[in-house]
């Protein structure tokens, strides 16, 4: 995250077509696709019905409608009923279980943000 950056240290992404300009390659990559015909971009189609998709991304979380929940990868909790489709939501999840004395938190040196995870700042 590009926090407390001076805007001129900030290395930007620029499209070649309009006025549109990102931090990350990738935004710069999915911004894109408003320049092309629907005929020139790359679908992503499901082999199961007539869904398509830009990203890749997008078609791996539509094939989860196909399956039947028991063909699903479950990520769980070990402290309680929760499951989800999402590693990342699970690693989230677990912090409400937790003390609040037993999070580590990460601070800002800059502003008075606090934050669990260490990448919500860029010095943490």
């Known amino acids: 995250m590009l926090i407390h950056k001076d805007p001129s240290e900030i290395e930007w992404f620029k499209c070649r077509l309009c006025d549109f300009k990102a931090k990350q390659k990738a935004d710069l990559g ?3 696709l408003i320049h092309k015909n629907p005929s020139e971009i790359e679908w992503f189609k499901c082999h199961l019905c007539d869904f398509k998709a830009k990203h890749k991304g997008s078609l791996k979380t539509h094939t989860l409608i196909h399956k039947d929940s028991s063909e699903i990868e479950w990520f769980k909790c070990h402290l309680c009923d ?5 590693k ?3 690693k989230t999840h677990t912090v409400i279980h937790k ?3 037993e999070i580590e938190w990460f601070k800002c040196r800059l502003c008075k943000t606090e934050s669990q995870f260490g990448e919500a700042c860029i010095d943490p």
Request: glycine letters at 0%; aromatic letters at 0%; a positive charge.
């Open 30 to 32: 999915r911004h894109a």
């Open 82 to 86: 929760m499951k989800t489709k999402r």
């Open 88 to 90: 990342e939501a699970l």
């Open 99 to 101: 003390d609040p004395s």
